[in-house]
């Protein structure tokens, strides 16, 4: 085995990119006449890559540490209600309020977590229910206008390449994200922490610290994507949430390379993973499939990633087996 193939079955994100690359020219080929270049189909694409997108990466920094945001979908619908209930007479303050309560939400799941030594999907599901339970409550089970057209028109205008403001705030948090999590300290340590948490307590890395400011990263973010949503729709409403919001996201995640097991994936994988839905979602849709064969597809292409970090495995199991044969 090669030297080149050897560093793609190691580097998850390069071979998230490759598969996105693999998904694009399969629907060139599959449909001729469709210009994936075209700014409208670029905007599509943008489109739901800001609608998802912060929530892949919320759910996925949680995951890197070994843990399992599930709340996220419900913080998402809470966070765009809080957005339009409070941002009708200035959008900032709405926003604003909104990415606090998201905030908030995080701490307080991550401290009970802490507290109680409790499981972080146990106590997800629960943040999911009662912030879904809010939303509805806070709303009257009614969905809120948002008056303010302007902010709505010029949050989704489009520009180059298709990319409205509200894909660029989306991009540009995923570039942060990466730059974080690869180039500072703190971000070594939630990959160490993710990797064996017991060793890294052993050198001298605060686990309880990690996670409550990664809970609160996660909550910001999930609440800031409804927000925006809520904003683009000029309208806020309570329902949604595991179908529409968190199967995809997961989806994404794990597309993008992150590893259940924590320790493994980066923010820029997770953009690729879902990149990959964005542009299955629209190459369908330009095929003329029905909306309920996409999640089949989607199946499909996890699959293939299974099977790709299997080979992965097995490689990793003959690369030990001839350095004890032959000595490193």
């Excluded at 996670?211 to 409403?237: C, E, H, I, R």
């Excluded at 996201?249 to 097991?261: D, K, N, P, T």
């Excluded at 199946?299 to 087996?321: C, N, P, S």
Aim: proline content about 3%.
């Amino acid at each position: 085995m090669t030297r080149a193939v050897e560093i793609w079955f190691l580097n998850r994100t390069l071979r998230s990119y490759t598969l996105l690359l693999l998904v694009i020219l399969v629907f060139t080929f599959l449909a001729p006449g469709f210009d994936f270049l075209s700014a409208r189909t670029l905007s599509s694409v943008f489109q739901y890559f800001a609608t998802i997108g912060l929530v892949a990466l919320a759910l996925g920094l949680t995951m890197i540490v070994r843990e399992f945001d599930i709340s996220v979908a419900g913080m998402m619908s809470l966070g765009g209600c809080i957005a339009v209930l409070f941002g009708n007479e200035s959008a900032l303050v709405g926003l604003a309020l909104a990415v606090f309560v998201g905030c908030a939400g995080g701490v307080l799941q991550s401290y009970l977590m802490i507290k109680f030594n409790l499981s972080s999907v146990a106590v997800t599901l629960g943040g999911l229910l009662t912030w879904l339970g809010l939303a509805y409550v806070i709303t009257g089970n009614q969905t809120i206008p948002f008056n303010q057209m302007d902010v709505a028109i010029a949050i989704n205008t489009t520009w180059f390449l298709g990319l409205s403001p509200r894909a660029l705030v989306v991009i540009a948090l995923f570039v942060v994200a990466a730059l974080f999590v690869g180039l500072t300290r703190v971000g070594r340590d939630m990959v160490a922490i993710g990797s064996h948490r017991n060793a890294s307590v052993v050198a001298g890395i605060n686990p309880n610290r990690i996670l409550l400011g990664v809970f609160s990263v996660s909550g910001a973010l999930a609440s800031l994507a409804g927000a925006m949503l809520s904003f683009g729709l000029s309208s806020a409403s309570p329902s949604g949430g595991v179908t529409d919001v968190l199967v995809p996201a997961v989806a994404a995640v794990i597309l993008g390379g992150v590893s259940l097991s924590g320790g493994v994936g980066r923010p820029m994988g997770i953009a690729a993973g879902m990149l990959i839905l964005c542009v299955t979602r629209t190459g369908l849709t330009s095929l003329g499939v029905d909306p309920y064969v996409h999640d089949v597809v989607t199946g499909l292409i996890l699959l293939v990633v299974a099977i790709t970090d299997g080979a992965h495995l097995r490689m990793r199991l003959h690369q030990g087996i001839r350095v004890v044969r032959n000595g490193p």
